[in-house]
C-alpha cells in the first residue's frame, strides 16, 4: 500500500467524521466566520496604492516609432529635428549633440525620443532572448548535451520511480487527488495514527523500491560515462548567444534642482507609467536619519553607523533591509509598490522621502533605496554628472554604464567638469593625518594579535585542538593576521605619500620661509619706511600665496624617485589589492559585500581621510599611466598661509586630539590603548602646502566613463562654439543640431555694439574712475529707466562689477538707478545667493512695494555664476539682459596658463590633425560659450520677450554674415547694429512700449 494510499483514506474518513459532528461542524463555522471578519478589518485598515491613470498624450510618428508627447503640444521644428537625430544615433548605436535654445522644448524632445526607443528595444530584447539558441525557447537540445552528472542520475531516477509505480495499487477514488499530503483537512491538525499493517507494507514497498534503484544504477554506469565523455568532447560547440544587450537610459544634469525639473517634465509623459524610474543623490539629499544629518560628514558619519560594533547601527537601513532584502529578487518590484500608495507614478526625491518615513512604513532609509534597490530594475535612472563621470563617486555608485544610453543635458561646462574629475589634490596635512591613522592601527592590531596569540595558548591547552573554540579562535588570529598586512602595506605607501610632498615642495617652501624672514624684519624696523612698512602690512594681513607648475616629465620623475608609480604589475597587484582588503573591512553599506561586516576588524579601520587619500593616488595612477596619456598632467605645488581668509590657523589632527611634543621635540598622541604614535611633520608649520595632479585632456575622464556605452548625447541651450567637443572629449558626435529659437523675431531686441567705443580689456577697466566703468554706469541706469521688470547686467569679474557700482555711487547715479529699480549684487558664496534671489523675484513681481516709482529689479552679476547658468528667469524676472565685455578665462589662472600651453604642444605635434584646437582658439571659445550662456537668460519659452545689449566693441564683427558662428545663430540673426547710442535708445524705448501694449494678448506656455 501506498503512502499517498494511506493518506488519502485517512483523510476521506475524517472528513466524514467531520461532516457527522454537529459539534465540529459549529466549531468550523465559528472559526470561518471569526476569519472572516479579522480579514475584513485587515483589508479596510491597509492603505493600497494610488490609482494613477496614464497621462493623455498625442503620438507623432517618426523614423518607425510613434513618439508620444502630451495631449495637445504640437512639437516645434527644432523638437521634430531633435527627435529624428536622436533615434538615428541610437538605432546606429552612435553619438548626438544636440544646441537647442530654451524654451524649444529640449527636455521633453530628449526624454520623449529616448523613452519611446527604449520601449521599443525592450521588446526586442524579450524577443531575442526568446529565440536564442543559448537561453531561448530552442536551447533545449544543447542544454540536454550540456546537463551535469547530477541531472542525469535525477532524470534517470525520476524515469525509474515512474516505472515502478505502475505497480503501485490504485488509490481508492474517495479522497486522494494529486496533493497528496495536502487533500487532509486544512483545519485538522491531529497526529497521523498509521494501523501497524499498513506500515509494514510500506517499509517492504521502501525495500523493494531500493534495491529496484540500485540495480538501475548498476546498469546505468556505462551509459553515465560515455555521456560524460560526450560532455567533456572539445568538438561541441556552444552556440553564439544572439540576445540583445540590455539598455538603460542615464539622464544626468548638473545639479539636483535641474533633475528635480526633468522628472517633472518627465511625470508629463506616458513613459512616466511605462518606465521604471529612480534618483541617484547624495545623502544631503535623501538621508533622513537627524543624528547624520547634524554631521558635518554625513558620509563618513552614515558608514560609522553601518559598521558600529555595538549593534547601535542606523534604524532606518536596518528597516529596509528586513522588510526589503536587496538579495531577494523581487525586493525592487515590492518597494515600488510600497512607494506607490503615497507617491505617485513619477516620484522626485522628496516625495520618496516622504512615502518612506510616513505613518504606513515608517522609517526606511530613502538613500539606500533610491540608490541600491531601486537601480536594480529601473529602466531611466536620473543623476547629476558626478555619479557618472568622477570615477571615485561612479565606482562607489550602482552604476553601470556598459550598452547604456546616456544623456549629459546642460552640457556647457561638460569639459571643464571631466578635466576636474580626472585632476586629483591632496594637502599635507592629509598626508600627516592619513599617516597617522594607518599608523595608530598599525600598532593596535599588532598588540591584538599579542594579546590573542597568549590567550589561543591558553585555550589549547584546556580545549582539545579539535574542539571549535580552538578553531574559531585561530580564524580570527588569521584573519587578523592577513589584516595586519593589508595594513602595513598601506602604511609604506602613504609614508611614501608624504615623503614625496616634503620633496616636491622645497622650492616653493623656501619663497615661503623668505616671506616670513621679510616679514620679520619689516616688524623689527629693519625696513621700516613709510611705504614699505604699509606695502609689508597689507601683503601679511591679506594673506601670501606661491604656487609653481611643473611639466609631466618632472611628476613623472619625482614619482619614481619615491617609488609610488604602479608599474610593475606584481607591485600593482600588492598595493591595489591590500587597499582593496582594507576598503572591503571598512565600507559598508553602500555595497552588497558589506552587508555581513567583521566587527573585530573594523575596530582597527583607517579613518575615511585616509581612505580617500590613498583611493585619490590610486586613480590617478590609473589615468596617468594609460598610454599616451602621462602628457595630459601638470604638477602644481602652493602653498598659502592658512589664516590668508580671515579664518585663524586650524591646528594639526594631532593637536586637535591632544597632541602634545616629548622630549625629542616631536609632537604624539596616546590613543585609548596607550599606543604612542609619533606625528610626520608639515611642510611648514603656519602653511597650507596642496599638491595639484592636473589633468589638461577632458577625454581621460570622458572616455574612461563612457567607452562602452550604446551612444552619448549631449545637449544644451548653449553649445555654440561646439567644434571644440569632439577635440577636447575625444569621440565624434555623427548627428548634430544647433536649433532655432522658438521666440519669433519681432519678440527679440538684440543690440550690438550701442556706439560707443567701449572695450573691456583689463587696461581699460583698470582705475577707480576709468572712462569705461563710467559710460557703463550710465548705459545701466539708461537702459533701466526704459525696461519694465527684470534687468540683468553681466561682468567678465567681480573685481569690474565692484569698479562700476563704486563709480555709480560716486556719480550719484546709483541713487537715480534705486529711483526705477531695486538693486541686488550676486553674492561670492553660492550659499547666499538664495535670499537674494527671493527678495528680487518679489520686487519685480510687486515693485511698488518697493517704491511707488519702482518697475522691478536689476541684478548685477557675473558670468560662469550661478545667476547666469540654471537660474529660470521668466517672463518680466529678466525683460533685458546686457553683457559688459567678453568673457575670457583668467590669464593670471595657472591652470588656464598651462591649458593653452598643453593644446599648443598637442596641436605642433599633430598639425594635420584637424580635430585639434590651439590654445588661443581654446581660450576664446570658452570665452563666448559662458557668453552665449548668459544671453538666453531673458527667454525661457515661445511667449517670453526681452532685450539682449551686447557692450564691447570687438563684437562687431558678429554682425557681419560672414563672422565665424561664435554667437549662438539665432541671436546673430536677431542682431542689429546703432551708429549712435541716440538710435539705440530710441528704438529700445519703442520696442519694450510695443511690446508692453501687446502682452496681455500673449498668454504664457
Not at 61 to 82: D, E
Not at 592 to 599: I, K, L, R, S, T
Request: glycine share 6%.
Amino acid at each position: 500500500m501506498s503512502r499517498s494510499y494511506s493518506r488519502g483514506h485517512r483523510s476521506s474518513r475524517k472528513n466524514a467524521n467531520k461532516e457527522n459532528d454537529p459539534m465540529m461542524a459549529t466549531a468550523l463555522t465559528s472559526f470561518v466566520r471569526r476569519e472572516f471578519i479579522e480579514r475584513k478589518k485587515s483589508s479596510m485598515s491597509r492603505k493600497r496604492p494610488l490609482i494613477e491613470r496614464e497621462p493623455d498624450c498625442s503620438a507623432f510618428p517618426f523614423l518607425g516609432y510613434q513618439v508620444n508627447l502630451p495631449y495637445g503640444i504640437q512639437p516645434y521644428t527644432t523638437q521634430k529635428k531633435m527627435i529624428v537625430k536622436i533615434l538615428m544615433g541610437l538605432n546606429r548605436k552612435e553619438n548626438v549633440m544636440i544646441e537647442s535654445p530654451t524654451g524649444s522644448g529640449k527636455t521633453l524632445g530628449l526624454l520623449s525620443s529616448t523613452c519611446e526607443w527604449l520601449c521599443k528595444h525592450k521588446q526586442r530584447y524579450s524577443e531575442s532572448v526568446y529565440s536564442c539558441p543559448q537561453h531561448g525557447e530552442n536551447a533545449g537540445a544543447y542544454d540536454v548535451s550540456m546537463q551535469s552528472i547530477g541531472d542525469v542520475l535525477k532524470e534517470k531516477t525520476n524515469e525509474s520511480q515512474a516505472l515502478n509505480s505502475d505497480k503501485k495499487p490504485e488509490a481508492s477514488s474517495s479522497g486522494i487527488d494529486e496533493f497528496g499530503d495536502e487533500s487532509r483537512d486544512i483545519f485538522d491538525d491531529s497526529p497521523v495514527e498509521e494501523p501497524d499493517i499498513l506500515t509494514k507494507a510500506i517499509a517492504q514497498f521502501d525495500e523493494d523500491q531500493n534495491a529496484t534503484f540500485s540495480k538501475f544504477m548498476a546498469s546505468q554506469v556505462d551509459e553515465i560515462e560515455s555521456l560524460n565523455k560526450t560532455v567533456n568532447d572539445s568538438s561541441i560547440q556552444q552556440p553564439a548567444c544572439t540576445c540583445e544587450p540590455r539598455v538603460r537610459v542615464y539622464y544626468a544634469s548638473r545639479t539636483h534642482r535641474q533633475i528635480a525639473q526633468v522628472v517633472k517634465e518627465f511625470s508629463r509623459l506616458v513613459y512616466g507609467h511605462r518606465l521604471r524610474h529612480t534618483i541617484l543623490g547624495s545623502r544631503e539629499q535623501l538621508c533622513v536619519n537627524e543624528g547624520v544629518r547634524a554631521s558635518h560628514d554625513m558620509t563618513s558619519r552614515c558608514k560609522e553607523l553601518l559598521t558600529n560594533e555595538n549593534g547601535v547601527g542606523c534604524s532606518f537601513r536596518e528597516k529596509l533591509k528586513a522588510n526589503f532584502p536587496q538579495s531577494s529578487p523581487k525586493a525592487a518590484a515590492r518597494m515600488r509598490e510600497e512607494v506607490s500608495i503615497t507617491a505617485p507614478k513619477v516620484w522626485d526625491v522628496e516625495d520618496l522621502r516622504e512615502a518612506l518615513t510616513s505613518d504606513h512604513r515608517s522609517g526606511m532609509c530613502p538613500y539606500f533605496t533610491a540608490t541600491r534597490l531601486l537601480t536594480v530594475d529601473s529602466d531611466i535612472i536620473f543623476c547629476p554628472f558626478s555619479y557618472l563621470i568622477d570615477p571615485i563617486i561612479r565606482e562607489s555608485s550602482d552604476v553601470h554604464l556598459k550598452n547604456s544610453v546616456v544623456i549629459l543635458d546642460e552640457a556647457h561646462n561638460v569639459e571643464d567638469f571631466c578635466r576636474e574629475a580626472a585632476s586629483f589634490q591632496f594637502t599635507d596635512r592629509e598626508a600627516v593625518n592619513s599617516c597617522h591613522s594607518v599608523a595608530e592601527k598599525c600598532m593596535e592590531i599588532d598588540v591584538a594579535i599579542k594579546h590573542m596569540s597568549k590567550e589561543q595558548a591558553q585555550t589549547e591547552e584546556v580545549f582539545a585542538m579539535e574542539s571549535s573554540t580552538v578553531a574559531q579562535a585561530r580564524d580570527q588570529l588569521n584573519r587578523l593576521g592577513e589584516y595586519q598586512k593589508n595594513l602595513n602595506i598601506m602604511h609604506r605607501y602613504l609614508s611614501a605619500m608624504h615623503s614625496w610632498i616634503l620633496d616636491i615642495s622645497n622650492s616653493v617652501r623656501q619663497n615661503c620661509e623668505n616671506s616670513e624672514q621679510t616679514q620679520r624684519q619689516s616688524q623689527r624696523g629693519g625696513i621700516f619706511n613709510a611705504w614699505g612698512a604699509s606695502q609689508a602690512s597689507t601683503q601679511w594681513d591679506s594673506g601670501k600665496r606661491f604656487s609653481n607648475t611643473k611639466h609631466f616629465a618632472d611628476l613623472y620623475a619625482s614619482l619614481e624617485r619615491h617609488q609610488l608609480l604602479l608599474i610593475e604589475e606584481k607591485l600593482a597587484e600588492t598595493i591595489k589589492g591590500s587597499f582593496a582588503g582594507v576598503v572591503k573591512t571598512t565600507v559598508t553599506g553602500d555595497e552588497a559585500q558589506g552587508e555581513n561586516q567583521d566587527f573585530l576588524l573594523s575596530k582597527f579601520k583607517p579613518s575615511s581621510e585616509a581612505i580617500v587619500f590613498m583611493e585619490k593616488m590610486l586613480h590617478f595612477q590609473a589615468f596617468f599611466l594609460l598610454e599616451g596619456c602621462r602628457a595630459a598632467y601638470r604638477l602644481n605645488i602652493a602653498m598659502e598661509e592658512e589664516n590668508s581668509d580671515g579664518f585663524a590657523t586650524q591646528k594639526g589632527y594631532m593637536e586637535q586630539v591632544g597632541g602634545k611634543k616629548d622630549q625629542a621635540g616631536f609632537l604624539s598622541t596616546r590613543n585609548l590603548m596607550g599606543i604612542k604614535v609619533p606625528e610626520k611633520p608639515r611642510v611648514l608649520d603656519g602653511w597650507k602646502a596642496t599638491i595639484g595632479l592636473w589633468c589638461m585632456s577632458p577625454s581621460l575622464a570622458f572616455q574612461g566613463a563612457f567607452s562602452t556605452t550604446r551612444s552619448v548625447v549631449l545637449a544644451s541651450g548653449t553649445l555654440t562654439p561646439s567644434e571644440s567637443f569632439e577635440a577636447e572629449l575625444g569621440i565624434p558626435f555623427q548627428h548634430k543640431l544647433e536649433g532655432e529659437q522658438v521666440v519669433p523675431e519681432e519678440q527679440i531686441f538684440a543690440s550690438g555694439p550701442t556706439g560707443h567705443q567701449l572695450v573691456a580689456t583689463y587696461n581699460n577697466t583698470s582705475g577707480e574712475n576709468s572712462i569705461f566703468a563710467q559710460e557703463i554706469a550710465r548705459i545701466c541706469l539708461s537702459i533701466s529707466e526704459r525696461t519694465p521688470g527684470g534687468v540683468l547686467c553681466f561682468f567678465p569679474s567681480y573685481r569690474l562689477m565692484t569698479s562700476v557700482t563704486g563709480v555709480m555711487d560716486r556719480m550719484g547715479l546709483m541713487n537715480k538707478l534705486r529711483d526705477v529699480k531695486a538693486v541686488f549684487s550676486e553674492p561670492r558664496r553660492s550659499s547666499e545667493l538664495g535670499p537674494v534671489m527671493e527678495e528680487f523675484n518679489g520686487t519685480v513681481r510687486n515693485p511698488k512695494k518697493y517704491s511707488p516709482r519702482c518697475t522691478g529689479a536689476i541684478m548685477f552679476a557675473v558670468f560662469r555664476g550661478k545667476v547666469s547658468e540654471g537660474i529660470d528667469f521668466t517672463d518680466e524676472l529678466a525683460r533685458c539682459v546686457i553683457s559688459i565685455g567678453i568673457p575670457f578665462p583668467n590669464t593670471k589662472d595657472d591652470q588656464v596658463l598651462e591649458k593653452k600651453k598643453f593644446n599648443d604642444e598637442r596641436k605642433t605635434k599633430c598639425p594635420s590633425d584637424v580635430t585639434s584646437i590651439s590654445g588661443d582658439a581654446w581660450y576664446t571659445i570658452q570665452a563666448y560659450r559662458a557668453l552665449n550662456q548668459a544671453l538666453g537668460r531673458c527667454l525661457r519659452h515661445r511667449n517670453d520677450w526681452g532685450a539682449i545689449v551686447l557692450v564691447d566693441q570687438r563684437l562687431s564683427h558678429q554682425l557681419s554674415p560672414e563672422a565665424p558662428n561664435k554667437i549662438s545663430r539665432w541671436i546673430r540673426k536677431c542682431l542689429r547694429g546703432y551708429g549712435n547710442y541716440g538710435q539705440f535708445e530710441r528704438e529700445l524705448t519703442n520696442f519694450m512700449r510695443e511690446r508692453e501694449t501687446l502682452m496681455s494678448g500673449c498668454p504664457d506656455e
